[in-house]
């Protein structure tokens, strides 16, 4: 039987991943450990030799160039210049994303959250709603 991923707030730990595994297919602690490792390493060298990782059923790693841009110092307000450098993306597949949007059948009061504060309905990053009568009353 699969263990459902989506469950609870708390990441996966790698040890923890290497026991699911092993467990759903009955395949030794060790093996899955260099299973699990050797995929890791295919995807790290593909990715140095900045090739397309696509995994069918969870998505696309890649890597993209990040030009150089000016940024700013959130401690200190002091403008500076971020190098340009290589990331990596991950695209999810059309599975994945399916199968995430459907824990959206939970009601929104019961989805588990990762801090303890409540979403109010008017964040830093929503404009604020216009009043109709305007600036001057």
């Given at each position: 039987?699969?263990?459902?991923?989506?469950?609870?707030?708390n990441?996966?730990t790698?040890?923890?991943?290497?026991?699911?595994?092993?467990?759903?297919?009955?395949?030794?602690?060790?093996?899955?450990?260099?299973?699990?490792?050797?995929?890791?390493?295919?995807?790290?060298?593909?990715l140095?030799?900045?090739?397309?990782?696509?995994i069918?059923?969870?998505?696309?790693?890649?890597?993209?160039?990040?030009?150089?841009?000016?940024?700013?110092?959130?401690?200190?307000?002091?403008?500076?210049?971020?190098?340009?450098?290589?990331?990596?993306?991950?695209?999810?597949?059309?599975?994945?994303?399916?199968?995430?949007?459907?824990?959206?059948k939970?009601?929104?009061?019961?989805?588990?959250?990762?801090?303890?504060?409540?979403?109010?309905?008017?964040?830093?990053?929503?404009?604020?709603?216009k009043?109709?009568?305007?600036?001057?009353?």
């Amino acid at each position: 039987m699969a263990h459902n991923l989506f469950q609870g707030v708390n990441p996966m730990t790698k040890n923890e991943l290497i026991s699911q595994i092993s467990n759903d297919t009955g395949f030794s602690r060790p093996n899955v450990q260099k299973i699990l490792e050797s995929v890791i390493n295919t995807v790290v060298l593909n990715l140095k030799k900045e090739l397309r990782m696509p995994i069918f059923g969870l998505g696309v790693f890649e890597v993209v160039k990040r030009a150089k841009r000016k940024g700013r110092n959130p401690r200190t307000g002091e403008s500076l210049t971020v190098k340009a450098h290589n990331a990596v993306r991950f695209k999810a597949s059309k599975h994945l994303k399916e199968a995430v949007n459907s824990i959206s059948k939970l009601k929104d009061n019961e989805a588990p959250r990762r801090s303890g504060k409540a979403k109010t309905a008017e964040t830093p990053n929503q404009p604020k709603a216009k009043d109709p009568a305007g600036p001057n009353k």
